[in-house]
T-cell receptor, first 115, second 112 residues
């Protein structure tokens, strides 16, 4: 069955420091991969997506992610974190089955930014 | 302009009541979804509609009934509300079923 694992429940990073959020997926075919961010009381905003091609994808707000098929990973990175990046981050895989395609989400990583 | 809008934003009701949440998207997308986010922030798909046709119906109690009058609207009706239904419900849409989802801001349902 398709699944997404985000091993880190909560991460705290100092403002200006680099960030890496981990994501591992389980999917039999070529996955469609996404990272979303959720600020408190808000919906989810797409940061970036991977469908095919270049395995390093750039997103909004200075984020990037690298697809590594051999490791079944799609980790999110940012070279310098800003206080406004504090939020919940979700990794997701587009999983197709007989009924259609749904996004399967990981359980999220809460990012706190310290000054 | 709001791309995916849900109403109401907050909904507080008592057990046993029936309530509806409305969702509209102005993006021209063909596919719409309902997701449930529980108290631990875990997001799980409930339903998916493509051009008014039900595509995905996950293991959801039949007290939950989605209705899509046209491809821009997907409403969620819940009968006989239970305490465990308390959650944030998100509507979303996408151009195709593999495209990124655009989410509404959610409806926080509290059942007392």
């Amino acid at each position: 069955a398709q699944s997404v694992t985000q091993p880190d429940i909560h991460i705290t990073v100092s403002e200006g420091a680099s960030l890496e959020l981990r994501c591992n997926y389980s999917y039999g075919a070529t996955p469609y991969l996404f990272w979303y961010v959720q600020s408190p009381g808000q919906g989810l905003q797409l940061l970036l997506k991977y469908f095919s091609g270049d395995t390093l994808v750039q997103g909004i707000k200075g984020f990037e992610a690298e697809f590594k098929r051999s490791q079944s990973s799609f980790n999110l990175r940012k070279p310098s974190v800003h206080w406004s990046d504090a939020a919940e981050y979700f990794c997701a895989v587009g999983a197709r089955n007989q009924a259609g395609t749904a996004l399967i989400f990981g359980k999220g990583t809460t990012l706190s930014v310290s000054s | 302009d709001t791309a995916v809008s849900q109403t109401p934003k907050y909904l507080v009701t008592q057990m046993g009541n029936d309530k509806s949440i409305k969702c509209e998207q102005n993006l021209g997308h063909d596919t719409m979804y309902w997701y449930k986010q529980d108290s631990k922030k875990f997001l799980k798909i409930m339903f998916s509609y493509n051009n008014k046709e039900l595509i995905i119906n996950e293991t959801v109690p039949n007290r939950f009934s989605p209705k899509s009058p046209d491809k821009a609207h997907l409403n969620l009706h819940i009968n006989s509300l239970e305490l465990g239904d308390s959650a944030v419900y998100f509507c979303a849409s996408s151009q195709t079923d593999n495209s990124p989802l655009h989410f509404g801001n959610g409806t926080r349902l509290t059942v007392t």
